[in-house]
């Protein structure tokens, strides 16, 4: 069992490019989240997903987007990157939402000049 | 605002010494998690309370929830080098079924 990946672990950005981070999952998680972490404010959520093909937004969605077209994966998209958008993204899935154990991938650092 | 506040952000202590960190509220939670995290990884469950007054022990780790669920403590006894980490709490507000995590205690323990 890998748990859960996530590619690519790091990665330079210039302003308004754009880019797809990787989420997989191998635990057969119907829940599965895209976090932010930054300095001083814990964990972010940005969107989450309750199942295949649907998806929600959390409490920082504004410049990002997901899919999850296969249960076991889930993609965040950045359109046109912004240096606010520096940060550690990490993934996380879950058997039940919210409220059950979260099993998080290695983090992905991105960041955008 | 952080909903969920930590203290003390940032505790470095000798091997061997005591320490508690906090985690406090003014929302009620149906539950509270409370993960390490590592350098250059994801944070990992170290316990979930439930229950009001609820204690929960790991090893040297003791949890416990406070009585209004509002607030949560950890206290490690013994402090080892290998506790080393960002310690998170997580909590499931009551009111909206919302996840809340705290922005973190990075605590060092020097050999």
């Known amino acids: 069992n890998a748990g859960v990946t996530q590619t690519p672990k790091f990665r330079v950005l210039k302003t308004g490019q754009s880019m797809t981070l990787l989420c997989a999952q191998d635990m057969n998680h119907e829940y599965m989240y895209w976090y932010r972490q930054d300095p001083g404010m814990g964990l972010r959520l940005i969107h989450y997903?309750?199942?295949?093909?649907?998806?929600a937004k959390g409490e920082v969605p504004d410049g990002y987007n997901v899919s999850r077209l296969k249960k076991q994966n889930f993609l965040l998209g950045l359109e046109s990157a912004a240096p606010s958008q520096t940060s550690v993204y990490f993934c996380?899935?879950?058997?039940?939402?919210?409220?059950?154990?979260?099993?998080f991938g290695p983090g992905t650092r991105l960041l955008v000049l | 605002t952080q909903l969920l506040e930590q203290s003390p952000q940032f505790l470095s202590i000798q091997e061997g010494e005591n320490l508690t960190v906090y985690c406090n509220s003014s929302?009620?939670?149906?539950?509270l998690q409370w993960y390490r995290q590592e350098p250059g990884e994801g944070p990992v469950l170290l316990v979930t309370v439930v229950t009001g007054g609820e204690v929960k022990k790991l090893k040297r780790l003791t949890f416990q929830f406070g009585d209004a669920r509002k607030d949560s403590s950890l206290h490690i006894t013994a402090a080892q080098p290998g506790d080393t980490g960002l310690y998170l709490c997580?909590?499931?507000?009551?009111?909206?079924?919302?996840?809340?995590w705290g922005a973190g205690t990075k605590l060092i323990i020097k050999p």
């Open positions: 997903s309750v199942g295949e093909g649907t998806t």
């Open positions: 996380a899935s879950s058997y039940v939402f919210s409220e059950e154990t979260q099993y």
């Open positions: 997580a909590g499931v507000r009551e009111s909206n079924y919302q996840l809340i």
């Open positions: 929302s009620v939670f149906s539950s």
